[in-house]
């Protein structure tokens, strides 16, 4: 089966840095995907990691490891806006999207 | 401007009676999605559409059927609903092929169902 491991709650102080965990076992990969979700609205796409490393976006980064099926989203000088449902996703195919149960951070002024 | 658009925002349905939530798009991409997002869980991919050729996964109840009358839009009937299926339906696109895994999905801001 697929499994899609994150931590189901977060906290952090506004202005510090946080990171979100995801590791995963799947029957393939073609890529790893990381999606903000506001409490009530969509999920929008945040990053996208195919290739080992580190990919960095403005106060958001991603990093994977293809070896360990690990990856992580870093997010720096948190905002009150950050606070959401983070939803690591795994392309099993270039058409399929397999979701973690995702990660609600909480940001405290 | 939304790109994706799903309506209604929330739609109420008593027990048995049959519901449908619509998906409409402006991207004119060719993949779109349907998902199921109960509280605190991940969305859960119930079929999806590649062009005309209708994808149901394995574990999607009978219950759950979609339509696709042309690009730009695409339903999903629930023929009895139970108590069970009251969620959140995501509906996504993405712009599948062309030799690149980079398929970011956009989603809908979804349909809230309750079943009374």
């Known amino acids: 089966g697929q499994n899609i491991d994150q931590p189901t709650e977060m906290t952090a102080t506004e202005g510090a840095i946080v990171q979100i965990n995801c590791t995963y076992q799947?029957?393939?990969?073609?890529?790893l995907f990381w999606y903000q979700q506001h409490a009530g609205e969509a999920p929008t796409f945040l990053s996208y990691?195919?290739?080992?490393g580190l990919e960095e976006k403005g106060r958001f980064s991603s990093f994977l490891s293809r070896s360990k099926g690990y990856s992580y989203l870093l997010l720096k000088e948190l905002q009150m806006k950050d606070s959401a449902s983070y939803l690591c996703?795994?392309?099993?195919?270039?058409?399929?999207?397999?979701f973690g149960t995702g990660t609600r951070l909480q940001v405290f002024p | 401007d939304a790109m994706v658009i799903q309506n209604p925002r929330y739609q109420v349905t008593q027990f048995g009676k049959p519901v449908t939530l619509s998906c409409s798009q402006t991207?004119?991409?060719?993949?779109m999605y349907w998902y199921q997002q109960k509280s605190s869980q991940a969305p859960k991919l119930l079929f999806h559409?590649?062009?005309?050729?209708?994808?149901n996964e394995a574990d999607t109840p009978d219950n759950f059927q979609s339509r696709r009358p042309n690009t730009s839009f695409c339903f999903l009937d629930i023929r009895s609903p139970g108590l069970g299926d009251a969620a959140m339906y995501l509906c996504?696109?993405?712009?599948?092929?062309?030799?690149?895994?980079?398929?970011?999905?956009?989603f809908g801001a979804g349909t809230r169902l309750s079943v009374l």
């Open positions: 990691n195919v290739l080992d």
């Open positions: 799947t029957s393939g990969f073609n890529g």
């Open positions: 559409y590649y062009d005309k050729d209708f994808n």
């Open positions: 996504a696109t993405s712009a599948a092929g062309g030799g690149t895994a980079k398929n970011i999905q956009y």
């Open positions: 991207l004119n991409h060719n993949v």
């Open positions: 996703a795994v392309s099993l195919d270039t058409d399929k999207l397999i």
